[in-house]
């Protein structure tokens, strides 16, 4: 295999990592030794990586509330969709409008924004999450693959929260969203940051390598030269507070076995104070990208 952004074919062992929530399997990230791109080498192929989202715990892709830990997540989610429509009303500097959400699960964002006016479409290649989705908003979710079908420039903003890192076809993906959106509209990319203090802290415990469901570990530097080869460029960086402290967590669990809530929430904290002092080095960031 050879990067995925640049085709270089020689890279650098960084990590082996265990899929702690599927398969118990263990995959190795390496870094490009031309672009310094992180990725999992060899990953399962976008026929068989199916399997590896089978998981009570992948709790993306349901609505559990089960547990202390989900009612956690499930408040913070219903916060955090609130916070991510009020952005994209800030930076698309629009009330309403078309808004395709790439990679959309269950379909909680979609809901928010189509709640508030905007015309929305979204696209789940789960077939669980993409029903769930169906049954919440109302509206039919497309498969990935649809995008090619979709209009050039007829979408004002676009929005992959936490999905890009999922994506086999990453050129293909980022060229079709490049042709669809508007000239003046707006993409907007969520990914956790490999470059943060709980990524260091945790390392090959780190939660959010996840492998292998995440074929790409980005970084601010990765992220600007990816946009940059598809005619994007990145114009805000902002944090996702929130992520420092739910990473923490899992990594605790990945670590040690239990769910040590004070060195989680003080790894969050440490990780926050530090992006908090640097933008570039938060848990995980959103990317505000124009063409
Ligand atoms: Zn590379």
Redesign the pocket.
Known sequence: MS?P??D?PHFSKQLTVKDYTVSGETFDLVD?T????RFTQNPPSQEKIGSYYQSESYISHTDSNKGFFNNIYQLIRRQAVQSKRKLIGHFSQRKTGELLDYGCGTGAFLMEMKSAGWLVKGMEPDPGARSRAEALTGSKILEPDMLHALDSESVDVVTMWHVLEHVHELHQTLSQVNRVLKENGLLVVAVPNHLSHDAMHYAEHWAAYDVPRHLYHFSPASIAHLMKMHGFQVSEVLPMWYDAFYVSLLSEKYKTGNMNLFPAILTGLVSNLKAFLNKGVCSSQIYIITK
Do not use: L, N
Request: with cysteine; aromatic share 12%.
């Open positions: 990067c952004v640049c270089h490009c031309a672009c310094g791109f």
